[in-house]
Nanobody, 118 residues
Framework: QVQLVESGGGLVQAGGSLRLSCAAS????????MGWFRQAPGKEREFVAA????????NYADSVKGRFTISRDNAKNTVYLQMNSLKPEDTAVYYC???????????WGQGTRVTVSS
């Protein structure tokens, strides 16, 4: 049974930093893309960043480029999202996602809330 468990959310002032973690278990994730998505109140869920588990290749939404960094620790089976220079518009519930590169398997965590005050 695949589980993705996010942690690290909270309340931070604009300009501050947070690091989100996603502990993945239940299978090996080579051949998967691990991603972070977010959903702000009243808005649709949107892509934030992704990393290919095997190669470490990364991809970012334009809105977070230069501020957020996604990484993974293979030994701990954990994916991180380092968020710097946070803005009020980054306020959202952040979700961890694991998707097989063929798209057949798609898993989601329960989400962690990030609130950025102005």
């Amino acid at each position: 049974q695949v589980q993705l468990v996010e942690s690290g959310g909270g309340l931070v002032q604009a300009g501050g930093s947070l690091r989100l973690s996603c502990a993945a278990s239940g299978r090996t994730f080579s051949g998967y893309a691990m991603g972070w998505f977010r959903q702000a109140p009243g808005k649709e869920r949107e892509f934030v960043a992704a990393i290919a588990w095997s190669t470490g290749r990364t991809n970012y939404a334009d809105s977070v480029k230069g501020r957020f960094t996604i990484s993974r620790d293979n030994a701990k089976n954990t994916v991180y999202l380092q968020m710097n220079s946070l803005k009020p518009e980054d306020t959202a519930v952040y979700y961890c996602n694991a998707k097989s590169l063929g798209g057949i398997s798609d898993y989601w965590g329960q989400g962690t809330r990030v609130t950025v005050s102005s």
